[in-house]
């Protein structure tokens, strides 16, 4: 059994939003939801530190527990407020930052490895700029002697490459030993976390740190580095799509959700973005432009170029929806088709039914919203209105231009509109009188 600390108790200054730090997304989720993600299959017992007022970031982490950090007192002391918590744990605990969303379960399985080789494990990195990190200062046999923060450091220890990235992991009565007797003499006054590598030692435990790309072990302070760390998360997304047998002809260009699914032989044309909740079964195409959130798109099925479907779309096998068509709660039956400037909202399309370019369900009236039902092979001619609630039937047809109030039979034809008129020699202008 092992347990992990993850401490997020930080505003984030640097981010310079009213929000929490790790309440900011990456792939369509919180940071710390990828973060809690990693350590799933790791540790069995989360708890998670938070600030005062960060109610919404306890709702986003249930059902982990939380523990409210009242005043930020440093690294050290977040830790130490959930050990009550944890009384009466005996396996090993891992602390965490909930600005490290990067992290991956290997990395993590590695970090808790060493530990069963030595008394204390931590995750270090040789970071390109090693900036302002705490500096993981090594003793002759290769352990680790302590960590320096760079407010405390030397010139000379600051000149060593190895960073602290901030994940430590003990056995629990170690490390609440550690923890409990930290101190506040620094340049920060606060209570340093990194100091219970020197608390280890100072016992004569073995002290060991494990080394992580700076990719994966890399803190989120400002947008700048929110923006790489997306970056980061969209590469290994769309890594994981195309050997999952989808193709996507300029990867660079597609924007993926954490969980979206992509069936072989999937084709994802440049610049479609997917939002959180979408599924794409074998053989459908999504071409470009298009924007997807919340639907499924089954087997052999067409969307866009320049198509919309919103929370709630299901689009048939092989259904096609074409450019500048918008769905919303509408279930397309296999093969309909709604190919161009169409917007269907809280609908149901039979199998095999035709929407003409221009059709529109109305299906707010400014209180409520109604359903719409089309009957298969149904043919719904180009710029049809149709007012909610209103059914029409299998088979049916509705003329162009037609507002359709009322249900239409099956096999009807519906025509609703005003008739036309011609009116002989009146195409020409009325000359006037001279
Ligand atoms: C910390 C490490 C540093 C390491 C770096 C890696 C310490 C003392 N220093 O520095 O060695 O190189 O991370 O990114 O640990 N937090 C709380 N309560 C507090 C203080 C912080 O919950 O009282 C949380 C923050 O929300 C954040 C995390 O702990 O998620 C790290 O705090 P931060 O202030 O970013 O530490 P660094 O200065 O980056
Ligand atoms: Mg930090």
Redesign the pocket.
Same mark, same amino acid.
């Given at each position: 059994m092992r347990a992990a600390i993850i401490?997020? %108790?930080?505003? *984030?200054t640097r981010m310079r939003s009213s929000q929490p730090?790790?309440m900011h997304h990456l792939a369509g989720r919180p940071m710390v939801q990828h973060l809690l993600a990693a350590c799933a299959p790791v540790f069995q017992r989360i708890v998670v530190?938070?600030?005062p007022g960060m109610e919404e970031l306890a709702a986003a982490v249930a059902p982990h527990a939380t523990v409210v950090?009242q005043?930020?007192? *440093?690294?050290?002391?977040?830790a130490r407020i959930a050990a009550p918590l944890l009384e009466g744990f005996g396996g090993d605990v891992a602390v965490l930052? *909930?600005?490290?969303p990067l992290i991956t379960t290997a990395t993590l399985e590695r970090l808790v490895a060493a530990r069963d080789a030595a008394d204390l494990a931590l995750l270090a990195m040789r970071p390109a700029e090693p900036g302002?990190? *705490?500096?993981v200062v090594l003793d002759g046999a290769g352990q680790v002697a302590r960590?320096v923060?760079?407010a405390d450091a030397t010139e000379e220890e600051r000149a060593i490459p190895l960073?602290? %990235?901030?994940v430590v992991c003990a056995a629990a009565p170690h490390l609440f030993r550690w923890l409990s007797a930290l101190r506040n003499d620094n340049r920060?006054g606060?209570?340093?976390?990194?100091?219970v590598v020197a608390a280890a030692r100072a016992e004569g435990l073995r002290t060991t740190a494990v080394e992580a790309p700076e990719a994966e072990?890399?803190?989120i302070?400002t947008r700048v580095e929110l923006a790489a760390a997306e970056a980061e998360i969209q590469s290994r997304l769309r890594e994981a799509a195309m050997l999952g047998g989808a193709t996507l002809t300029d990867p660079g260009s597609v924007t993926l959700a954490w969980d979206t699914r992509l069936a072989p032989d999937v084709v994802v044309e440049p610049h479609v973005v997917f939002a959180p909740g979408v599924m794409v079964e074998e053989g459908a195409r999504i071409r470009a432009f298009s924007h997807l959130e919340g639907c499924v798109v089954r087997a052999n099925a067409i969307i866009g170029p320049y198509a919309r479907l919103r929370p709630g779309a299901d689009v048939g096998q092989g259904a096609h929806v074409g450019n500048f068509v918008e769905l919303k709660a509408a279930t397309l039956g296999p093969g309909a088709k709604a190919n161009h400037l169409t917007y269907l909202g809280d609908v149901t399309v039979g199998a095999g039914a035709n929407i003409g370019a221009g059709t529109i369900t109305c299906n707010y009236d400014g209180v409520n919203k109604h359903r719409t039902e089309i009957g298969e092979g149904a043919f719904i001619g180009s710029d049809t209105a149709l007012v909610a609630p209103v059914r029409v039937g299998a088979r049916a047809i509705t003329a162009a231009g037609s507002v359709i109030t009322e249900d239409v039979p099956e096999d009807a034809l519906a025509i609703a509109r005003g008739r036309q008129a011609n009116k002989p020699g009146r195409g020409v202008k009325p000359r006037r009188k001279s």
């Open positions: 401490l997020a %108790a930080g505003q *984030g730090k790790v530190v938070v600030g950090q005043e930020r007192l *440093g690294t050290g002391h977040a930052y *909930g600005d490290n302002r990190y *705490g500096r960590i923060e760079h960073c602290n %990235a901030g920060q606060e209570y340093y976390l990194t100091d072990l890399r803190g302070n």
